[in-house]
């Protein structure tokens, strides 16, 4: 395994416990300044904690050390403080195009043998009628919600 040594600047270090002594800050953020203040092997640290202390003290895994240690050589003290913003992007399906066609397909009578539309019967109208290429019960029912249509209003018998 990899010893990470954390060298932190002066200017960083008076960031970090500004961060621990006032304002309002996510947990985490606060447990990861912690952890680097500790951890810290610079010349302005006056005496640097050991792993063992700081998991005892802040009731915290080993694990969680090597990683903010890690994270802060490999990627700066910004990331090692509020971590990464999610990567994955995804492409919206329903347009609002495609939200009126489904809101005039739920609103009209459902197929034969069927007492009212359910999800799962809008979705397999819909990519029948070639509105989108696929997509699932759950995307039509976010869709319904959003527009606050309840397809159970209308009780039967």
């Given amino acids: 395994m990899i010893k990470y040594k954390v060298v932190l600047t002066e200017a960083e270090r008076e960031e970090l416990i500004s961060i621990t002594k006032k304002g309002k800050h996510r947990s985490q953020k606060l447990l990861n300044s912690l952890i680097l203040i500790n951890c810290d ?26 990683r903010v240690k890690k994270c802060f050589i490999e990627e700066g003290i910004e990331i090692a403080l509020n971590g990464t913003k999610g990567q994955r992007a995804y492409k919206k399906k329903a347009d609002g195009d495609f939200e009126a066609h489904l809101v005039a397909l739920s609103c009209s009578e459902p197929p034969e043998g069927f007492a ?5 019967l809008l979705a397999d109208k819909v990519v029948e009628l070639k509105y989108v290429d696929k997509i699932s019960h759950e995307t039509i029912r976010h869709v319904l919600k959003k527009t606050k249509l309840s397809l159970g209003a209308k009780r039967v018998g």
């Fill in 41 to 66: 092997e610079g010349e302005f640290q006056d005496k640097r904690s050991k792993n063992e202390d700081i998991v005892k003290i802040l009731q915290i895994s080993m694990r969680k050390i090597d």
């Fill in 116 to 120: 009212r539309w359910s999800l799962r």
